[in-house]
């Protein structure tokens, strides 16, 4: 199969806002057909599989993660979207329900963790 067969494969993890991410970019990009979605559930054993399939072309696994080219894994959500909006020719700044997300909840959830980790931090310390 040459490069310009192979279909991209991102690989999801259930509830993860990272993955929501690329989920809504694919969705809204009308990308679904030209991009394999492989979803599992956390304790699932298609996580094991997943897990087991990308640990060898990763230096640190987390989802999403992504093999875009033959041999060409990925995992991290802004590098993937970066990837496959440049090779479609799509803009995830003028998709209005992704933006709408990543600007929104998910900012609120990232900013609610670092808080969470902050006043974790502190009470250790005390
Ligand atoms: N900076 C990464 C963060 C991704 C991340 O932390 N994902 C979580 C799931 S929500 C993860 O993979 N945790 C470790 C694991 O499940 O092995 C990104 O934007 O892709």
Not at 21 to 50: H, Y
Request: net charge neutral.
């Amino acid at each position: 199969m040459t490069a310009s067969q192979f279909q991209p494969i991102v690989y999801l993890k259930q509830n993860c806002p990272f993955c929501m991410k690329v989920r809504l970019f694919l969705l809204e990009g009308r990308l679904n057909d030209q991009v394999e979605t492989r979803d599992f559930t956390q304790g699932s054993p298609e996580e094991e599989a997943i897990r087991n399939e990308l640990l060898p072309h990763l230096k640190k696994l987390s989802f999403p993660a992504a093999q875009l080219e033959p041999g060409r894994f990925m995992a991290e959500s802004e590098d993937i979207i970066a990837f496959l909006a440049q090779k479609s020719g799509r803009n995830p700044a003028s998709m209005t329900v992704y933006r709408n997300y990543v600007d929104g909840p998910f900012a609120m959830a990232m900013k609610l963790w670092k808080e969470n980790q902050e006043l974790r931090q502190a009470a250790s310390a005390s």
